[in-house]
């Protein structure tokens, strides 16, 4: 399988900065992107990675909606959400998130989804 690239969206800098280092620690690649269009923007359709999308604290309805669903539908998502945030969740996973993960996120929460998301039919060649 080619290398996947794990393109991380936070419009937090220190949380982009925290799952860049985990990613780092395992020796995965990572691009960060401040939001989702900046992310769609420059990820085509021909590349091969998977998504982690930081939703905002206190965002029960998805920032971008369809932003999300689109950026599902192109390539595996993982999406974090604040813990017990139960309407935040299902929103993550109308959009067609594929892992939901809850803050704080550990490494080990973090490469258990990644491993899921590489087992996805869109990351194969």
Known sequence: MPTVTVSVVSADPAMRAYLADLL?????RSKAFTDLQACLDHVGSDRIGC???DMPANDSGGSEPSQLAAACVRMPTLVIV??????????ALKAGGL???ERPVTRA???????RAGSDERLRT
């Open 24 to 28: 780092r620690s395992a020796s995965l």
């Open 51 to 53: 998504l982690l999308v």
């Open 82 to 91: 604040d813990r017990g945030d139960v309407p935040q969740a299902v929103s």
């Open 99 to 101: 892992v939901i993960l």
């Open 109 to 115: 929460d973090l490469l258990a989804g990644i491993r």
